[in-house]
């Protein structure tokens, strides 16, 4: 499937294009004469451009309503978009998991799949996971692996454009691994790469808490916490794709590490101990002192990591993701402290999607590049400059 009508189209074949494809996808079926009304464009340019759509392999035509082939006469002619034509991938690369999604061209999940890694595991063990669990769901799901037109990748770290991790203390030998290459070697199709807490930005804004909100931050909360934000819809990654590493504020005058703040004996939690920072929790809710101070500890600081990006930003909203979206109480010490700071607090809520944020982030990732590349006309909110 290449572009839609097999050269470079004019920009106004492509505006067209884009529209009568938008129409498409939005209808049930519809016919020349729907397409004209809807569009607002002639129908001889509608014919036209069904016609290349359907040379591209997007558009077929659809079998005539029940009530139509009844009638005298031939029924009008019935186009729908073929989501089968192509498919998209979206992976998370975790500490603990690998996940992946796999969708039509339309963004309809059609399968998942996951695997737990350790995480110890080296760079190539958590790469074979991924590739183990992408050939698993592939044929499960019966989709050959020449049908993918783009993948989406989060991962932990600083990411560069190329997809290479600049930066990423979260899993081991993974600062300075060149992953979008890496993973490219795999497949026959574009691979982009993101840091997980954007690719969770934007897929709450795709199907989550933020949905009718363009300015946006999402905080993945874990004892090195990150941030991702969208600025008038637009994915922000900021000039060295560092913005929303509230992580290290604590190198700015807070010696105190996270790890320490939350232990409760003195020595710092391992930053990928998931299940030793969910017992000081539990000891949390059951009474224990010393855990409730822990706790009190780690809440104070995330509210002002998250603090200190809301008065740079000004979000209408803050979402709440990661582990730390099963914490009591997180979210009013996080809107009194707002309140204390800004002018006008954002509205703070907890994640809708949980621990398929990531993936479906990448997923978007995907989508939005295989519509930039074959029928939109300006960037999408995923786009790189």
């Not at 494809?21 to 049930?28: K, M, S, V």
């Not at 607002?40 to 014919?47: F, H």
């Not at 050939?135 to 770290?157: E, I, Q």
């Not at 290290?248 to 105190?256: C, E, K, S, T, Y």
Request: charged share 25%.
């Amino acid at each position: 499937m290449g572009r839609l009508t097999g050269g470079d189209p004019s920009l106004l074949r492509r505006i067209n294009s884009a529209v009568v494809l938008h129409a498409l996808r939005g209808a049930e079926s519809p016919t020349l004469t729907d397409l004209t009304r809807i569009t607002g464009l002639s129908r001889p340019t509608v014919e036209g451009v069904v016609e290349g759509l359907m040379e591209g392999g997007l558009v077929v035509e659809s079998a005539p309503e029940e009530g139509e082939a009844r009638r005298q006469g031939r029924p009008a002619r019935r186009f729908r978009f073929r989501a089968e034509a192509g498919h998209l991938l979206g992976i998370e690369i975790g500490p603990h998991r690998v996940a992946a999604l796999l969708s039509g061209l339309d963004g309809r999940i059609v399968g998942a799949g996951s695997r737990e890694v350790s995480e110890t595991a080296s760079a190539d063990e958590r790469l074979e996971k991924v590739r183990a669990t992408v050939a698993d769901l592939l044929r499960r799901a019966g989709v050959a692996r020449s049908s993918l037109r783009a993948v989406g990748v989060g991962s932990p770290g600083i990411v560069e454009a190329d997809g290479t991790v600049r930066l990423g203390t979260a899993l081991p030998e993974w600062t300075g691994l060149a992953l979008g290459e890496r993973l490219r070697r795999s497949f026959r199709c574009p691979v982009l790469v993101e840091n997980d807490a954007n690719a969770a930005a934007v897929a709450e804004h795709w199907k989550g808490a933020a949905t009718d909100s363009d300015d946006i931050v999402f905080v993945l909360a874990g004892l090195s916490p990150g941030a991702g934000s969208l600025i008038g819809g637009r994915l922000h990654r900021g000039f060295g794709g560092a913005a929303g590493e509230i992580g290290a504020l604590h190198l700015l005058g807070r010696d105190v590490t996270p790890e320490k703040l939350l232990s409760t004996t003195g020595e710092p939690l391992h930053p990928l101990d998931e299940q030793a920072v969910a017992d000081v929790f539990a000891l949390a809710k059951r009474g224990d002192s010393g855990a409730q101070e822990a706790v009190e500890r780690f809440i104070q600081r995330l509210v002002h990591d998250v603090a200190a990006l809301v008065l740079a930003l000004d979000p209408e909203l803050v979402v709440v993701g990661g582990w730390a979206a099963g914490i009591d109480g997180v979210l009013d010490p996080l809107r009194q402290e707002l309140a204390r700071y800004c002018l006008r607090p954002p509205r703070v809520a907890l994640s809708l999607l949980g621990e398929a944020a990531v993936a479906t982030g990448a997923l978007r990732l995907a989508l939005d590049h295989v519509e930039e590349q074959l029928f939109a006309v300006e960037g999408t909110v995923t786009a790189r400059r």
